[in-house]
């Protein structure tokens, strides 16, 4: 836009317009004007800053006597920014010098004790961080089994945006691989590690080496789970113990492995992945052992989320509904979409997409009271 500054300003303020960004130049006697109209208006985001070019006129704003009217009004607008409690500054004495100004945290703002503020956990945030803030992973370290592909690469993704170191874990070392090289390349640290979540030994290596690696594990994210189908007269002993070996023994081992380093860190989220079908009994496709294994899931996590949350460790799980994943591109179920869709309120599949927030809220200290629960994300399916 070209024209009058506080006239751009102003049709911005009023179209609800933010920025992240906002750079101030020329007309310097007007600088504190197009300042105080910007925070006055919001228009600058949460978490934005102000970048003043000039500030100190080639250190002219430091003449004692200067007469000059841009070094003057320079030097007023310096002072009345070191004044301003809502914002705090740093000038880089680069050139004619660069302002960078931000709103001060509410913590430590005393200008709010005049208004007729609650002064709370609330106004203030907890520890002084907004709700965004709180989900944040920072520092975080995790893991996803199962992360080489569908849910579980979903899930790695989304923590590794969140914030956290992730190791991506998968029987499929070539999957495992390609998805840590995918978070690398979004700038995630990430490693591989190649490993059966029904063999114990395997699972003690997976905590081991990510203990040795990063020190912690602060988020198990154990999601590894197979689906087979057979009608229960017929389901075989082979196919009801391959299938609890992974989805239920599994899981309970990565738990308590996980566990074991959690509690004596005295912190860590465990987010288990069950399904929809621990509630209902999903059709026509005929699924005893995979039904039954994922209620299981449902109560290790119910049980392990109540016996160590006195801890710091919560445990809780995510009940997918039908997730468009290659897990349910097998000959048997393909042919069941259109059925399965006449089921679902929300009139289509799940993408892994939908479910990346949920597990992120999980991982993070917004969810700290939450413990033992089964979140169940599937378009309404279960309520029809
Ligand atoms: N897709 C759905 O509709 C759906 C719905 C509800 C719940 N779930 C659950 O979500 C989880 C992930 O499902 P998905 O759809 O992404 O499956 P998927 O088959 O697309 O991916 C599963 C991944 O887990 C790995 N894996 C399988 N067994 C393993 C083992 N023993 N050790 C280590 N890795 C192993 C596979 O190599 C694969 O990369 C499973 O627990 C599944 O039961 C899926």
Not at 248 to 260: E, I, K, P, V
């Amino acid at each position: 836009k070209t024209g009058p500054a506080m006239d751009t300003l102003k049709e911005l303020a009023s179209a609800g317009e933010q920025f992240d960004i906002v750079f101030i130049d020329a007309d310097k006697p007007n600088y504190i004007n197009y300042y105080n109209f910007i925070i006055d208006n919001n228009l600058l985001r949460l978490r934005g800053v102000i970048c003043v070019d000039n500030c100190l006129f080639k250190a002219k704003v430091y003449l004692k006597d200067t007469t000059y009217s841009n070094g003057l009004a320079l030097r007023e607008f310096n002072e009345f920014i070191s004044n301003d409690p809502r914002v705090e500054q740093v000038i880089v004495p680069l050139r004619d010098g660069i302002s960078l100004i931000r709103r001060v945290s509410v913590t430590s703002q005393n200008s709010f004790s005049q208004c007729n503020t609650t002064d709370d956990e609330v106004f203030r945030g907890v520890k002084g961080r907004s709700i965004l803030d709180r989900m944040h992973l920072d520092g975080k370290v995790a893991y996803v089994t199962g992360g080489g592909q569908g849910i579980g690469r979903a899930f790695a993704h989304a923590l590794g945006e969140a914030g956290a170191k992730v190791a991506v874990v998968d029987m499929d070392q070539g999957k495992a691989e390609t998805v840590a090289k995918e978070l690398h390349l979004k700038g995630i640290h990430a490693i591989s590690i190649t490993a059966d979540i029904s063999r114990s030994d395997d699972v003690q290596r997976m905590v081991d080496t990510i203990v040795s690696k990063w020190g912690a594990i602060h988020i198990a994210c154990n999601n590894a789970g197979i689906n087979m189908n057979s009608a229960s007269e017929e389901t075989s002993l082979e196919e009801w113990d391959r299938t609890f070996n992974v989805n239920l023994r599994g899981t309970f081992m990565c738990c308590q492995a996980a566990g074991r380093v959690m509690l004596q860190q005295g912190y860590g989220k465990i987010i288990n992945t069950a399904s929809m079908a621990s509630l209902i009994v999903p059709h026509p496709q005929k699924q005893l052992s995979y039904n039954t294994s994922k209620a299981g899931v449902v109560k290790l996590t119910q049980t392990l989320g109540t016996e160590w949350i006195d801890r710091g460790v919560r445990v809780n799980c995510i009940s997918p509904g039908i997730v468009d994943t290659p897990l349910i591109h097998s000959e048997d179920l393909r042919p069941l979409v259109q059925r399965w869709l006449s089921d679902i309120p929300a009139g289509r599949l799940a993408q892994v997409t939908d479910l990346q927030a949920a597990v992120v809220y999980l991982a993070s200290e917004a969810s700290d009271y939450m413990t033992g629960h089964n979140l169940v994300i599937e378009g309404g399916q279960s309520l029809w």
